[in-house]
């Protein structure tokens, strides 16, 4: 793994006006996304995070309709061309109920860790946790303005 971003994925922000808007940047966001890099999507309850997920996938080329994973914890979509990454996408948000639970256990006995080397792991709600399965991850928050369509989203590589 380099320690440079990849290709086209410098740090940024942008404004969100529509849905739409969130796929496309999550598209752009994932062409340039390999196998071995994290995802962290942080934000309130429905500032996005899903839908820029949605988007990651298409522009990685995945299977599988993305959904919330909150009761399932992490679902898997293969890539659909050979040699490109899967996307394993993690939703932390159902443990963070339980004060006493091991968030970072929890996270480790998915056994993502295993699978880095083939994949791209995008999680939600994963801030403080997440960044541990990989020095190399991009920090993507989403914010709600005052009005409820109103979003906007800043995106930083934390490189080793």
């Known amino acids: 793994m380099s320690d440079a971003a990849a290709p086209g994925l410098s740090d940024g922000a942008a404004a969100l006006p529509t849905a739409a808007d969130t796929v496309a940047l999550g598209a752009e966001l994932g062409r340039g996304l390999r196998a071995g890099d994290v995802v962290v999507l942080t934000g309130p ?72 080397d083939d994949a791209v792991v995008v999680v939600e709600w994963g801030e403080g946790l997440a960044e541990r399965l990989s020095d190399r991850h991009l920090d993507v928050r989403l914010h709600r303005g005052d009005d409820e369509t109103e979003r906007t989203v800043t995106w930083r590589w934390n490189l080793p």
């Open 45 to 116: 309850l429905g500032a996005g995070k899903t839908v820029l997920a949605k988007g990651i996938a298409q522009g990685m080329d995945v299977d599988g309709p993305v959904t919330s994973p909150t009761y399932v914890l992490a679902r898997v979509h293969p890539a659909r061309r050979p040699g490109a990454p899967a996307m394993i996408h993690v939703d932390m948000y159902r443990l963070l109920d339980d004060p006493e639970l091991d968030l970072l256990g929890e996270l480790d006995s998915l056994d993502l860790d295993t699978e880095l």
